[in-house]
């Protein structure tokens, strides 16, 4: 391995580990200290962008490439119909919310769900792109690490890492966040709404859980 891999290597690391302590810690602690946390980890993203010369489309964000349509409508409705199946037989009472409050959660989960995406595929997928030797390494350790920071509940650890695995191989081939970000918003509302409470326990993770 490069020395260049290394250090974008441990560049990585240290933002994943600030996460992780934003997680377990700091999101509980001082209001004004978390949001201090929270915008020096935007900052730093924002800087490794900006000093490595990362275009628009390199992010994933300018982008006329809409080729992993057709691969990621295949994921949604995969995780759609596994879902429906695993709500009907272990939470057989579960019901979709209203139409105007599902909209409303669809559209929130659409904008926080893109942000994760540009977190993990903008910045994470994309670095390990440029670090590792092969692309199925970098496309392996984005999808454990995206799976890592929702533990410790198993049920979102375990549907990020399949989905988190498929979504890196799909920003691999075809750059464009905001079909990520939409995919991530309709999986995420269909665990809320198929899957038994007990499985997802509100979608928390770190020590909520």
Known sequence: MSRESKIILMELLILFFAIEIYIGFIRYGNPVFKKLFLLSMFAYMISSWIVRRDTLMDLGIKTGDWSGSKFVALMVIGNIALMAIAGHIFNPDFGISSGFSFMLKLIWYTVWGTIQQMIIQSYFTNRLLAAMPY??????????????????????SFICLVNGLLSAYMFSKSRNIWLLGIGHAIIGSCVAEF???????AMKIGPSF
Do not use: M
């Not at 692309?135 to 979102?156: D, E, K, T, Y």
């Not at 899957?195 to 326990?201: F, I, K, M």
């Open 135 to 156: 692309p199925w390494q970098a496309i392996a350790i984005s999808g454990i690490l995206f799976s890592f920071v929702h533990f410790p509940n198993p049920a979102l």
């Open 195 to 201: 899957l038994p409470w007990s499985w997802h326990h």
